[in-house]
């Protein structure tokens, strides 16, 4: 059996989505919140990590319970990853 080892533009951006939602998923947990507690989000990504991930932003705002997800790339808090910065900003909701 062989293994296809090769790195697709796909794989790379599925990668990348995971790292935003482990990223998030931290930051709900620094703020204190409940695992049910649905947020508004947004996301200080740079342009090209948000052409990236751009279709995976559903899988995004499903797996953190975002209700509402924008793009700001001038978040200063931010979160390192193995391949990219993410600035993370969160509120809770109602």
Same mark, same amino acid.
Not at 33 to 59: C, F, H, M, P, Q
């Given at each position: 059996?062989?293994?296809?080892?090769?790195?697709?533009?796909?794989?790379?951006?599925?990668? *990348?989505?995971?790292?935003?939602?482990?990223?998030?998923?931290?930051?709900?947990?620094?703020?204190?919140?409940?695992?049910?507690?649905?947020?508004?989000?947004?996301?200080?990504?740079?342009?090209?990590?948000?052409?990236?991930?751009?279709?995976?932003?559903?899988?995004?705002?499903?797996? *953190? =319970?975002?209700?509402?997800? %924008?793009?700001?790339?001038?978040?200063?808090?931010?979160? %390192? *990853?193995?391949?990219?910065?993410?600035?993370?900003?969160?509120?809770? =909701?109602?």
């Amino acid at each position: 059996m062989i293994v296809d080892l090769t790195l697709t533009d796909d794989l790379i951006a599925e990668g *990348t989505a995971r790292d935003i939602v482990r990223a998030v998923q931290q930051a709900r947990r620094d703020a204190g919140l409940d695992v049910s507690d649905r947020i508004s989000l947004t996301l200080g990504l740079d342009d090209e990590t948000a052409k990236r991930v751009d279709s995976y932003l559903g899988y995004i705002s499903g797996e *953190t =319970l975002a209700t509402s997800l %924008a793009i700001d790339g001038s978040l200063s808090r931010t979160i %390192a *990853t193995e391949d990219v910065t993410i600035g993370v900003g969160l509120e809770r =909701l109602p």
